[in-house]
Structures are given as C-alpha cells and as structure tokens.
C-alpha cells in the first residue's frame, strides 16, 4: 500500500498559480494510477484530475480543462497540481488518492475506485 502526503497548497488573488505535490511513502508508487479531488467546505468531494501509472492518460473535470496540469514522476514518487488562472469556486481542501486497480493506461474519476487517500492541503482563491 502507499501513502499519500499533499503539499502546496496556500492563499492567492483569482488569477493566480499554485502547484500541489503529492509524495506517496511506502509501497510501490508505479503500481497506481493517481488522482485529485477537493472539497469545498459543506459541499461533497469531487474529482479535479486522474493519471494513469505509466503516465500517458489523464483526464480532467471539465471545470478545470485547460487551466490545471496532472503529471507524475515514478522515480520520485510524487505527482503534481499545476494549477493556473485559478477562481475563487477553486477554493477547497484538495485530496490525492491512489488507486492500485486497472493497466498503465487507466485512469479513474470515481472517488470509491480510490483505495488510499492524503490528509488534504487548504486552496484559497480570494477575489
């Protein structure tokens, strides 16, 4: 099994950048496929992005197509967040998850295929 630690998160003006990280320790990261999801304060957890173990597939909620980047490197066992032109509807607690199911090429954007999941890091998008 891994463990998924988030880092990154942090306060900026609508418009802005942030880069999340997330580091899994223990068990064999190349083996699942990630994602990201958030969380707004009241509101239920949804998903933002999905890469796939071998790196080549993604996907990403429609609300963020275009303006957040999913990447991944194996070797460091870490996958990133590059998040731009960020909006204050971007404000959450964002979560990564690991998910040990599916090929080099699977990606999921279902919160119950994911078996492990971080703490959380804040993102806050003021206007």
């Known amino acids: 099994q891994v463990q998924p630690v988030e880092a990154g998160g942090g306060s900026v003006q609508a418009g802005g950048s942030l880069r999340l990280s997330c580091t899994a320790s223990?068990?064999?990261?190349?083996?699942?496929?990630m994602g990201w999801f958030r969380q707004a304060s009241g509101k239920e957890r949804l998903f933002v992005a999905a890469?796939?173990?071998?790196?080549?597939?993604?996907t990403y909620a429609d609300s963020v197509k275009g303006r957040f980047t999913i990447s991944r490197d194996n070797a460091k066992n870490t996958v990133s967040l590059q998040m731009n032109s960020l909006k204050p509807e971007d404000t959450a607690v964002y979560y990564c998850?690991?998910?040990?199911?599916?090929?080099?090429?699977?990606?999921?954007?279902?919160?119950?295929?994911?078996?492990?999941w971080g703490q959380g890091t804040q993102v806050t998008v003021s206007s």
């Open positions: 890469i796939s173990r071998s790196g080549i597939s993604t």
């Open positions: 998850a690991a998910d040990g199911s599916g090929g080099a090429y699977y990606t999921s954007r279902t919160l119950a295929e994911y078996d492990y």
């Open positions: 223990a068990g064999t990261f190349s083996r699942y496929a």
